[in-house]
């Protein structure tokens, strides 16, 4: 049987024909059938490796969670499995169903973004920006810039921080060890920022290394002073880099 939901979209079954509402779209499909078979053992191994998936998209979270809050869109948690799924795979070493995301290519996650709409390509250019990682330490070299060339301000802000957010797991349970968050403010847009080098404090061995860098602005109200713009709705935040230490 087959209703109108609150928005007036078609959901449920009319014959063979199954209706779904996602993103406020209507999508048709055909009845699946049943074969009274169980799932094949490729089918079985494929589930279990994406299952997988989801546990260390949801664990990578975690660390992120202290630097974006929920200001991701609705499909963020989505493209951030897909990633994680797609890495696990790009392996020679691992059997299907045993597929790991450190034995795999963690470097899938680098430019994902948290806002679609808002990606943070289109807000910063930095093109002399220089991470790297060697013996054991983490340096992230800033370029000198220009506020107003380098990045785009919206109409409506008037203060901005150029931040990055350094979240590090262990290897084998991805569960989070440290974090660290460096921030460069850019108290107008007519400024000329001078070059920066942050170093991230001792980092344990076999860990993943993940660096976000995102750009908050602020608008300057009369009455209720410094006030961010960042939301669910807008949030220019890009994993940057991976690292395996």
Same mark, same amino acid.
């Given at each position: 049987?087959?209703?109108?939901?609150?928005?007036?979209?078609?959901?449920?079954?009319?014959?063979?024909?199954?209706?779904?509402?996602?993103?406020?779209?209507?999508?048709?499909?055909?009845?699946?059938?049943?074969?009274?078979?169980?799932?094949?053992?490729?089918?079985?191994?494929?589930?279990?490796?994406?299952?997988?998936? #989801? *546990? /260390?998209?949801?664990? %990578?979270?975690?660390? !992120?969670?202290?630097?974006?809050?929920? $200001?991701?869109?609705?499909?963020?948690?989505?493209?951030?499995?897909?990633?994680?799924?797609?890495?696990?795979?790009?392996?020679?070493?691992?059997?299907?169903?045993?597929?790991?995301?450190?034995?795999?290519?963690?470097?899938?996650?680098?430019?994902?973004?948290?806002?679609?709409?808002?990606?943070?390509?289109?807000?910063?250019?930095?093109?002399?920006?220089?991470?790297?990682?060697?013996?054991?330490?983490?340096?992230?070299?800033?370029?000198?810039?220009?506020?107003?060339?380098?990045?785009?301000?919206?109409?409506?802000?008037?203060?901005?921080?150029?931040?990055?957010?350094?979240?590090?797991?262990? #290897? *084998? /349970?991805?569960?989070? %060890?440290?974090?660290? !968050?460096?921030?460069?403010?850019?108290? $107008?847009?007519?400024?000329?920022?001078?070059?920066?080098?942050?170093?991230?404090?001792?980092?344990?061995?076999?860990?993943?290394?993940?660096?976000?860098?995102?750009?908050?602005?602020?608008?300057?109200?009369?009455?209720?002073?410094?006030?961010?713009?960042?939301?669910?709705?807008?949030?220019?935040?890009?994993?940057?880099?991976?690292?395996?230490?």
């Amino acid at each position: 049987m087959a209703y109108l939901d609150s928005k007036l979209g078609i959901v449920g079954r009319i014959g063979p024909l199954v209706f779904r509402n996602v993103n406020g779209k209507t999508i048709v499909q055909a009845k699946p059938e049943k074969t009274g078979k169980f799932p094949s053992g490729r089918s079985r191994q494929s589930a279990t490796d994406f299952g997988k998936a #989801s *546990q /260390t998209t949801s664990a %990578l979270m975690r660390g !992120l969670r202290p630097f974006i809050g929920t $200001h991701y869109d609705p499909q963020f948690f989505n493209r951030f499995r897909k990633a994680v799924y797609q890495g696990m795979k790009m392996t020679s070493t691992l059997p299907q169903g045993s597929l790991d995301f450190w034995q795999g290519e963690p470097s899938a996650l680098e430019g994902l973004e948290t806002d679609l709409n808002h990606q943070y390509p289109q807000y910063v250019q930095l093109p002399g920006l220089q991470l790297s990682f060697e013996a054991g330490t983490l340096e992230i070299n800033v370029p000198q810039f220009k506020a107003n060339t380098n990045l785009y301000w919206p109409s409506t802000a008037a203060e901005a921080e150029l931040c990055y957010w350094v979240s590090v797991y262990d #290897s *084998q /349970t991805y569960q989070v %060890l440290q974090y660290e !968050l460096f921030c460069i403010p850019i108290p $107008h847009k007519t400024r000329s920022i001078p070059a920066t080098r942050f170093t991230a404090s001792a980092l344990p061995a076999e860990a993943l290394l993940l660096v976000t860098t995102g750009v908050l602005y602020f608008t300057a109200a009369m009455r209720l002073g410094k006030l961010g713009m960042n939301s669910k709705a807008f949030n220019p935040t890009q994993v940057l880099k991976v690292f395996k230490t």
